[in-house]
């Protein structure tokens, strides 16, 4: 077995056991976030929406797909996600939202891309989603096709994420127009903060710890 299924075989036991949750998400938390997350799951009225971790073999490392957002009026134009969106009518549930999505943003078939588990739910209170973020990988680096909704993606090698150096502190702009110091991953030029941070925190604990 090489090191890419390897890695896999070992992400997918862990994802069927009791996930960190809240205190790894909380870990990559703004400020001003913390006391709302701890008491807050959601409000009825959330919009339900799923996002795909999507691991893959890369450069003699393993990667992990992101996308830096288009400019747009949302509340997250041009920052760093993971390929994602709302729920549809049509999507039979969120795991076919989170493909279906991945493949609108990416060209990312469906039908290649293995499904191992689910982190932590997440609300996100500005663009007001509750947010299942699917865990998966395909078995190839994808070339992928440029998009609207996309300024460019980021294909990140899991050891530049586990860097010693990272987190680290920076100032952002938020959508209310006012700055403030956020925890995050500075990465390839891009700061990835807020809820994208938060999964990202949540899976790396679920990886090394």
Not at 31 to 57: C, D, M, Q, W, Y
Not at 82 to 93: L, M
Not at 101 to 130: C, K, M, Q, W
Request: hydrophobic share 40%; glycine share 6%; proline share 7%.
């Amino acid at each position: 077995m090489d090191a890419f299924s390897t890695f896999v075989s070992f992400l997918g036991e862990k994802l069927q056991q009791p996930l960190p949750g809240l205190d790894a998400q909380l870990r990559l938390a703004p400020v001003s976030r913390i006391k709302e997350l701890k008491n807050v799951t959601g409000p009825l009225h959330a919009l339900e929406s799923a996002v795909l971790a999507l691991f893959f073999p890369y450069k003699n490392d393993i990667g992990i797909l992101l996308l830096k957002r288009a400019a747009d009026n949302s509340v997250h134009s041009r920052q760093v996600s993971f390929p994602g969106g709302k729920k549809e009518n049509s999507d039979a549930d969120l795991q076919e939202t989170a493909l279906r999505e991945t493949f609108e943003e990416t060209g990312i078939p469906a039908d290649e891309i293995h499904v191992l588990g689910t982190l932590s739910r997440l609300y996100i209170r500005p663009s007001n989603f509750n947010v299942l973020p699917y865990v998966g990988y395909i078995d190839y680096d994808p070339v992928l096709q440029s998009n609207a909704e996309v300024e460019r993606p980021l294909k990140v090698a899991l050891s530049e994420l586990t860097n010693p150096d990272l987190p680290v502190e920076r100032t952002i702009k938020g959508h209310d127009g006012k700055r403030y110091p956020v925890p995050c991953y500075d990465i390839q030029g891009e700061i990835i903060w807020g809820a994208t941070a938060m999964m990202l925190s949540e899976l790396l604990a679920v990886i090394l710890e």
